[in-house]
Structure formats: structure tokens, C-alpha cells
Nanobody
Framework: QVQLVESGGGSVQAGGSLRLSCAAS??????????MGWFRRVPGKEREGVAR????????FYHTSVKGRFTISRDNAKSTLYLQMNSLQPEDTAIYYC?????????????????????WGQGTQVTVSS
């Protein structure tokens, strides 16, 4: 069982910054062993991957639209995933979801950056005004 709880969403003006956090827990394993990521969804559109970080080597992968502006990181001691978002633009407005791969490797789920994601948080709203 994987549980993910996001926090840190809110409203900012264009050019501003926000940091999202995701508190994670997993039964029968440790959070540090899971690759994790952030996704977002705008009403009426498909959910899209934003950033992910692998467990095995800490490598990161970003959607082209956020490269250079967003940074994904994790603190395994705190079982927490972060997304630092700078230079926010109105098009970044969305519900942001924390995601994790399954503790046992599977080849199904939502793919992003070479990882299949199977577990989701409840989402946190980010609104950027112009």
C-alpha cells in the first residue's frame, strides 16, 4: 500500500514561485526504493507528466515545458518528494499530483520518463494569474 499526500499548492502571479511537497509512505518497502514523480491535469485535458526522479540513481526527467523552471527532488530521510516551481506562467495552472511506481516492478500504469506510475495522491491546485 502506497500513500501519497500533497501540499503546497496555491495561487501566485506570473513569474512567482511555489514549492509542492508530497509526504509518502509504503507498506512492506521503503519510500527510498520507489521512483516518484509529479503530474498535472487541466480540466478537459489529459494528465501529463511534469517531472520524475528515479530511486536507483536519482536521475531526473522533465517535460520540455518546465525544463529550467521546475526542479524535482526528494528527501528520503523524511520520505518526502518536492517540486520547486519557479517562473510560473498561467499555462502552469493545473491540479498537480504526486505519483509513485509500484513497490513490485510492473509493466503497466502511466508511463513517464521510463517509469510506470501506479499510485497517486489526491492532488493540489496551482493557479497562476497573469
Amino acid at each position: 500500500q502506497v500513500q501519497l499526500v500533497e501540499s503546497g499548492g496555491g495561487s501566485v502571479q506570473a513569474g512567482g514561485s511555489l514549492r509542492l511537497s508530497c509526504a509518502a509512505s509504503v507498506s512492506g518497502s521503503t519510500v527510498s526504493r520507489l521512483s516518484m514523480g509529479w503530474f498535472r491535469r487541466v480540466p478537459g485535458k489529459e494528465r501529463e507528466g511534469v517531472a520524475r526522479i528515479r530511486s536507483r540513481d536519482g536521475s531526473t526527467f522533465y517535460h520540455t515545458s518546465v525544463k529550467g523552471r521546475f526542479t524535482i527532488s526528494r528527501d528520503n530521510a523524511k520520505s518526502t518528494l518536492y517540486l520547486q516551481m519557479n517562473s510560473l506562467q498561467p499555462e502552469d495552472t493545473a491540479i498537480y499530483y504526486c505519483a509513485a511506481e509500484n513497490p513490485r516492478p510492473v509493466t503497466y500504469g502511466t508511463p513517464f520518463g521510463g517509469v510506470f506510475f501506479n499510485h497517486w495522491g489526491q492532488g493540489t491546485q496551482v493557479t497562476v494569474s497573469s
